[in-house]
Structure formats: structure tokens, C-alpha cells
């Protein structure tokens, strides 16, 4: 066993440890731990929590590999997937977590006062989370394969193995711990060889103030080989792809259900502001990051790796190629490998930097670690949001009403196992890269909740009609549109499968007002509670805490 294989999995091992153990530790005992967390996370670890939730292995394993492919037109993501959280966090999250509710589809069943629209938002959470939940594990074992020099499709069962024990067990409240640990993790994990590229190749420690420079020079490599210019606009899409993908990501991020309940975890509207204050810092470290990321490894790569002799190379290529992950070609046949004879996924760039530059065992191991903190931790969340639309909203709220707390956990628990083995089984042979998988769980988000939580927020006329309406359509549009581009060559405006969202979105708020205004207004009670969604609580606080609302109640 090599010293690298050691220390990585002793790394890993430790980090398995920690979580496993704040999940016994914070293990929940009632359906509120296990759904909402009590309500008692502090913003401050709700915002970590958020970020360890929504920073997945995507954004951790796929985006610096994304924009370093892809040059410009990878910024879509980081600005839709940043830009979403101020959507979310202003237009959306404080007046959800003042209804009070455990879950969206619950929020979309009392608010429009409709089993109908309850498990149909139930059956949209589950298909959305499921379909996110393929490119998490997909990630997981891109890292666990790279790992243990075995198929990435091994590395993936380990990984579902592992989610399923730790999100079964600890619910929400368990979830939540882990989380802030595993944001930790990861954002160190993910700032260490950015910061020590940027020392390496431009004797600054500040990567986000330095890359600016290796840009340029890029250029000039770009024109001598004569390839697309790295920071071009729209050379792998139209402009109209951009601009739908970053619309599609903006309100996917708005509308994703597994982050939305986040919000639910606080005491107050207050807190839930705070919160998403909180997660965009926590994010934008690690975001504003990844494009030096990207633009560190092109040039490392362009000047260390291509050019030289095929029988010469660095003894980390023959382990990525193990994996499936890297291809090298030497199509001329002069024994010299060419940039464009580097088949690289990018999928495996973060994962690879750390030997690509390298910068030593504790790092890339660290990195690894990372990596599926990532992952873990985005997947964790995305279990129970299809356990709680199954356990909550269809088995407890429609089918068994009078259903014990004992039952409700017990049917809670296996619909994750389930669901966590189902989704392992599809990543096993994703059909797509991370980041285009999670980006059509984002287009069908903004397809179905975005329409349906907007005018369920900010319109009182909208009723249970239109909202069936709204998300049948939106789901049925975006879905179409998805495996018409993938599989059919279809396109509008040179809008591809990623950026479906907004023609599912436009579709379901069309549907939703026209159905809306044809059919009978809600009830007056169900219209005054929406309008005093708008407005900030009125509390009685007590040695500095929440105690009861104004008119005598107190406070859950």
C-alpha cells in the first residue's frame, strides 16, 4: 500500500467517523427532530447546514471542471446556483417558514386546502430529489473509486451505503450536525490547493485576486493552438442557452424542495432571513473560488501535461485512467500527447489537482475528503426530502391519518433505505455528467414549486385548480422538452436539455393564472392568511428568546 492510499483513507475514515457519530449523538427521537430539527438550529449553523446541503458533489467535483471545459459560458452555473439564493432568500423562505409547516408539498396541501395538489407537489418533490440524487452518488463514487483504484460503480454502492445508515438514523436533527461538520470540511478541503496553486504559479495567496493574470496568458496558448479562446462568450452555446440555463438555476435554487426545508429548521422569519444571509457567505467562498480553480488547472495542464512524450507521463494519469474518468489519445502518432488528445472529464478536475499540481499526499487526501463531504452531504438532505413526501405528506397526512409516532419514524427510515438503494442503482450508469444531471433536477423545480410557491406567496387569487394545473403542466413541459433535446436533437433558440426550466416555468404560471381566474377564488380565511404571509411576525420575547406571539399563543 502506497503512502498516498493511506493517508487519503485514513482521512476519509476519520471524517466517516465524525459524521456517523454526531448522527447517534443528535439521533431523532420524535417526527419533529427528524423532519424540522425541533426548530431549534441557530442561524448561524443553519447557514453552514445550508451551504454543506446545496454545495454538492457538483458544485464541489463538477464546477471548477465545468468552467475549465467550458471556459465563459460555465459561468451560467455559478451565477444561477448564487443568484438563486437571494430569489430564495427574499421573495420565498421567510414567508414559508412563517406558515409553520414541516415540508413543501405540506405547504402546497394546506395553502391551497387540496389533497390533490398535496400529493401531486409529493410526487414532484420525490422526482426532483431522486433525480438529484443520481449525480450526488455518481459523485461519491468518482471519489471512492479513484480512492481504492476500483470501478467508480463500486465506489458508488459503498457511498449508498453509507447515506442510507447516517440519514435513516439521524433525521433532520442528525442531518443538520453533520452538515455543519461536513461544510467545514469541505470548504477547507476545497480552499487549501486553490490557495496553493495560486503560491505556486503566481506568488499571491490570494487565488481570487490572482488568476486574472494566468487568463491572459491562456489566451495566447488558445491562439498558438488554435482552439477557442478560453474566456469567449457563447462558443459552446448560444447566448439564449446561457441566459435560459441561468434562469433555469436561479429559480430551480428557489424551488428546490430539500433546501427550502432548511428554512423550516429556525424559530423565527427573523432567523430564516438570517440564515440565508449566512448560507450566501458560507457559498460565495467556495464559489468565488472554483474559477481559479478552473483557470489554475487549464494552465497546468496545457504547460505540464500536454506537450509531453506519451510514455513520459506523471504516474497519476494511469490511476485516473483506471477509473474511465481520463482518456489520452495519441491519435497523430508522434508519441507526444496533444492538447486536444487529453481526454479529460470534468467530473474528475478538482479530484485530480491535487496530483495534477503536486501539491502532496495530505492535500489530495484532504480534497478526497471533501469530495465526499460534498456529496454526502447534499444527498443526506435529498433523503429526506423524499422520505418526508412519502412519510409526511402522502402516508401520514392522506393515507394514515391516525398513524403513531413510532410508525410514522419506522415508515420515515425505510423510505429512505429504499430510496437511497434505488438511486444508487441508476448512478451505477448515470445518463449524464453531475452537472447536467443536477441541472435537470433544477429545470424541473423551476417547472413545478417556483410557479407554484410564487403565486402561492403572493397571490391570493391562485387557487387548488390552478395550482394541479400549473405543476401538471410545468412537470409535463420541462420533462418533454428534457428528453426531446437529450434524445431527440430538439431545440428552441439553441436551448438545450439543461436550460428547460424556462419553458416549464412559463408554462405552469400561464397555466396557473388562467386556470386560477376561471374557476372560483379560494376561501376568504385561506386568502387572508396569504396576505399575512407578507408581513414580519409580532413577538413577545423572554431572556431573549421567542416566547408568544402578540394575541396569547405560543410560539411552536
Known sequence: MDTQFLVSFSIIIATFALYIGIAVYNKARATSDFYVASRGVPPVFNGMAIGADWMSAASFIGMAGTIMLLGYDGLAYIMGWTGGYLLLTFLLAPQLRKYGRYTVPEFIGDRYDSHTARVIAAICTIIISFTYSIGQLSGSGVVIGRLFEIDAKLGTMIGVVLIAFYAAFGGMKGITWTQVAQYIVLIIAYLIPVIFMSLQLTNSALPWLSYGELVGKMGELDRELGISEYFAPF??????????????????????????????????????????????????????????????????????????????????????????????????????????????????????????????????????????????????????????????????????????????????????????????????????????????????????????????????????????????????????????????????????????????????????????????????????????????????????????????????
Open 235 to 556: 462558443t459552446n452555446g448560444t447566448k439564449w442557452q446561457f441566459i435560459a440555463l441561468m434562469f433555469t438555476l436561479m429559480c430551480g435554487t428557489a424551488g428546490l424542495p430539500h433546501v427550502i426545508v432548511r428554512f423550516y429548521t429556525v424559530a423565527t422569519m427573523k432567523a430564516a432571513r438570517w440564515s440565508g444571509a449566512w448560507a450566501l457567505l458560507f457559498i460565495g467562498l467556495l464559489y468565488l473560488s472554483a474559477p481559479a480553480y478552473a483557470a489554475f488547472s487549464r494552465f497546468i495542464l496545457m504547460t505540464k501535461i500536454a506537450g509531453s512524450e506519451i510514455t513520459n507521463l506523471p504516474a497519476w494519469t494511469k490511476s485516473w485512467i483506471d477509473t474511465g474518468k481520463l482518456q489520452l489519445a495519441d491519435g497523430n502518432g508522434d508519441g507526444v500527447l496533444q492538447w486536444s488528445e487529453l481526454i479529460i472529464s470534468n467530473d474528475i478536475v478538482v479530484m485530480a489537482t491535487p496530483e495534477i499540481a503536486n501539491l502532496g499526499v495530505f492535500v489530495i487526501g484532504l480534497v478526497a475528503a471533501g469530495a465526499m463531504a460534498a456529496a454526502l452531504s447534499t444527498a443526506g438532505g435529498l433523503m429526506i426530502s423524499i422520505s418526508s413526501s412519502f412519510a409526511h405528506d402522502i402516508f401520514y397526512r392522506v393515507w394514515k391519518p391516525n398513524a403513531t409516532e413510532k410508525t410514522r419514524l419506522s415508515v420515515a427510515r425505510w423510505s429512505i433505505v429504499l430510496a437511497t438503494l434505488f438511486a444508487g442503482l441508476i448512478a451505477l450508469n448515470p445518463p449524464g455528467a453531475i452537472t447536467q444531471i443536477v441541472a435537470w433536477a433544477f429545470a424541473l423545480a423551476t417547472g413545478t414549486f417556483f410557479p407554484a410557491l410564487v403565486l402561492g406567496v403572493w397571490w391570493k387569487r391562485s387557487n387548488a385548480q390552478g395550482v394541479i394545473a400549473g405543476l401538471l403542466v410545468g412537470l409535463g413541459v420541462t420533462l418533454g422538452y428534457i428528453f426531446a433535446a437529450k434524445y431527440g436533437g430538439f431545440t428552441i433558440l439553441g436551448i438545450i436539455d439543461t436550460g428547460a426550466g424556462v419553458f416549464g416555468a412559463a408554462a405552469a404560471f400561464l397555466t396557473n393564472i388562467i386556470v386560477s381566474l376561471a374557476t372560483p377564488a379560494p376561501s376568504q380565511k385561506i386568502q387572508e392568511e396569504v396576505l399575512d404571509l407578507r408581513y414580519p411576525e409580532q413577538m413577545v420575547y423572554k431572556d431573549g428568546e421567542v416566547w408568544m406571539n402578540e394575541d396569547g399563543s405560543t410560539k411552536a
